[in-house]
């Protein structure tokens, strides 16, 4: 595996790299989703929602709490999560930020 070169960009560059990295896979789109649909602490409804192996919604569980987009509260044996909301409305205004960059007059491939 290479070395990715972080160095070589700035910091906003590589906070959107790292933010996209962590949404580029479906099951953690989902589980986002559902966490914003129940609107709560969910424990382990999301094997059944999702329709994943346990394992394999931990590990997307582990991505996103790395990211902190969504923070877990240990609650007996399990493990609870939710959105983090101040973290979301950071992503939010990082990709805002991007995506709302604007094109003038651009006709270099017409």
């Not at 569980?61 to 240990?74: F, S, W």
């Not at 101040?86 to 604007?102: A, G, R, S, Y």
Request: overall charge neutral; aromatic content about 6%.
């Amino acid at each position: 595996m290479g070395i990715t070169k972080t160095d070589k960009f700035n910091e906003e560059q590589n906070t959107l790299a790292t933010i996209a990295k962590v949404f580029a896979h479906p099951a953690r789109i989902a589980i986002l989703q559902q966490l914003f649909k129940l609107n709560t602490c969910v424990c382990g409804d999301l094997v059944v929602e999702i329709g994943l192996a346990q394992a394999t919604i931990s590990q997307h569980l582990k991505e996103l709490k790395n990211l902190g987009i969504i923070k877990g509260n240990i609650e007996g044996t399990s493990v609870c999560y939710c959105i983090n909301v101040e973290v979301w409305e950071n992503t939010k205004q990082i990709f805002l930020k991007f995506l709302n960059q604007d094109i003038e007059n651009n006709s270099c491939c017409i």
